[in-house]
């Protein structure tokens, strides 16, 4: 089978590398690190992974994967096992607060280093690695604005407990206050496999019950998949847009479909996302501190964009906009980048 996936990574990998005669820390020698994910289908945590193994590989860093596959009890027995087979580092990708918490502040307690991307461990000594889920989402309301004015109706797709949606959810909730015009006339949504059908047979209930909806919210790629799934089928493609956040190579191609209600994303690089968690438990591996919150900053990408520049997958968005191709946090001297 085709690694159809590896394109999506390979944003991540145009600039030119550091030199490889830095010298690694002692510290990082022979080092074990486990991830251990929530959710895994879709392209965003593909490309997501693809990152990880890439960094990993760069530093000689041994890793496995724990694959919970959405289900939170498995993602929490997941993490005991890899705090019973001692690695050295994990890293936590998404998941619940709840479900997490205890047994992260357990691997602190045994020496190990963990990191968390995209869940909240509520622990002050895991460095929260996060894309900036506010402006993520205020880009995607602004261009929502600037396409469709100051008063339309809305169908929000949302499922509260994620800590990214929940930070995106509250930039919304802001942009309803300041502007009253916007109003919210149905919420839905849901995580169960496969993701965009789910949401897709939703949408398509909501919109028969909805007809003044005329722009779709959907903070999460794979919900603006469904969103886009069920609009189409309806015929309404022409007159109800998605905004979204979040971006792959598969994104990319259905926004340029002729005649795609998906009109604007705002996203981060996700294989850089992977990249740069990694980087930050490498330094915690290496007696180094990456700071309580690493920041990773967005960029708003229009269907009219990609069109322009003729843009296909997310190593020619890459190319195109350079700032989308790395990003210069969590990275130390020594640091080594996987080959550009």
């Given at each position: 089978m085709m690694n159809?996936?590896?394109?999506l990574a390979a944003a991540a990998l145009l600039l030119p590398a550091l030199t490889q005669a830095a010298e690694l820390p002692a510290g990082l020698e022979n080092k074990r690190i486990a991830l251990v994910r929530f959710i895994s289908q879709g392209d965003f945590f593909q490309a997501y992974l693809a990152g990880v193994e890439a960094q990993a590989e760069a530093l000689g860093?041994?890793?496995?994967?724990?694959?919970?596959?959405?289900?939170?009890?498995?993602?929490?027995?997941?993490?005991?096992?890899?705090?019973?087979?001692?690695?050295?580092?994990?890293?936590?990708?998404?998941?619940?607060?709840?479900?997490?918490?205890?047994?992260?502040?357990?691997a602190v307690d045994a020496g190990i280093k963990v990191v968390a991307f995209d869940v909240d461990a509520e622990n002050e000594a895991i460095p929260q690695i996060q894309q900036s889920d506010a402006e993520l989402a205020r880009l995607a309301l602004e261009q929502a604005v600037a396409d469709q004015g100051e008063q339309f109706d809305v169908g929000y797709v949302y499922v509260s407990g994620f800590p990214p949606l929940e930070r995106r959810d509250a930039v919304f909730s802001e942009y309803k206050q300041t502007y009253p015009g916007i109003r919210e006339v149905a919420r839905f949504g849901t995580v169960n496999n496969p993701i965009a059908n789910s949401v897709a047979d939703q949408a398509a209930a909501v919109l028969r019950a909805n007809p003044t909806i005329s722009v779709i919210l959907a903070p999460f790629d794979e919900f603006a998949k469904g969103a886009k799934i069920a609009l189409e089928e309806a015929g309404l493609a022409q007159d109800v847009k998605i905004y979204s956040a979040d971006i792959s190579t598969a994104d990319i191609q259905a926004m340029r479909e002729p005649g795609s209600p998906w009109v604007a994303t705002a996203g981060t690089n996700p294989a850089v996302m992977g990249e740069v968690s990694v980087r930050a438990l490498a330094m915690l591996l290496a007696g180094e501190n990456p700071g309580?919150?690493?920041?990773?900053?967005?960029?708003?990408?229009?269907?009219?964009?990609?069109?322009?520049?003729?843009?296909?997958?997310?190593?020619?968005?890459?190319?195109?906009?350079?700032?989308?191709?790395?990003?210069?946090?969590?990275?130390?001297?020594?640091?080594?980048?996987?080959?550009?």
């Amino acid at each position: 089978m085709m690694n159809w996936w590896k394109p999506l990574a390979a944003a991540a990998l145009l600039l030119p590398a550091l030199t490889q005669a830095a010298e690694l820390p002692a510290g990082l020698e022979n080092k074990r690190i486990a991830l251990v994910r929530f959710i895994s289908q879709g392209d965003f945590f593909q490309a997501y992974l693809a990152g990880v193994e890439a960094q990993a590989e760069a530093l000689g860093l041994e890793l496995q994967v724990f694959d919970a596959r959405q289900d939170a009890a498995r993602q929490r027995d997941m993490l005991d096992q890899a705090i019973l087979q001692g690695f050295d580092g994990i890293l936590l990708q998404h998941g619940f607060t709840d479900s997490i918490k205890d047994k992260a502040a357990e691997a602190v307690d045994a020496g190990i280093k963990v990191v968390a991307f995209d869940v909240d461990a509520e622990n002050e000594a895991i460095p929260q690695i996060q894309q900036s889920d506010a402006e993520l989402a205020r880009l995607a309301l602004e261009q929502a604005v600037a396409d469709q004015g100051e008063q339309f109706d809305v169908g929000y797709v949302y499922v509260s407990g994620f800590p990214p949606l929940e930070r995106r959810d509250a930039v919304f909730s802001e942009y309803k206050q300041t502007y009253p015009g916007i109003r919210e006339v149905a919420r839905f949504g849901t995580v169960n496999n496969p993701i965009a059908n789910s949401v897709a047979d939703q949408a398509a209930a909501v919109l028969r019950a909805n007809p003044t909806i005329s722009v779709i919210l959907a903070p999460f790629d794979e919900f603006a998949k469904g969103a886009k799934i069920a609009l189409e089928e309806a015929g309404l493609a022409q007159d109800v847009k998605i905004y979204s956040a979040d971006i792959s190579t598969a994104d990319i191609q259905a926004m340029r479909e002729p005649g795609s209600p998906w009109v604007a994303t705002a996203g981060t690089n996700p294989a850089v996302m992977g990249e740069v968690s990694v980087r930050a438990l490498a330094m915690l591996l290496a007696g180094e501190n990456p700071g309580r919150q690493v920041l990773v900053p967005p960029t708003l990408i229009t269907q009219q964009l990609l069109n322009e520049q003729d843009i296909q997958n997310m190593e020619q968005l890459g190319q195109k906009l350079p700032a989308f191709a790395h990003a210069e946090v969590a990275n130390p001297e020594w640091m080594r980048l996987p080959k550009r």
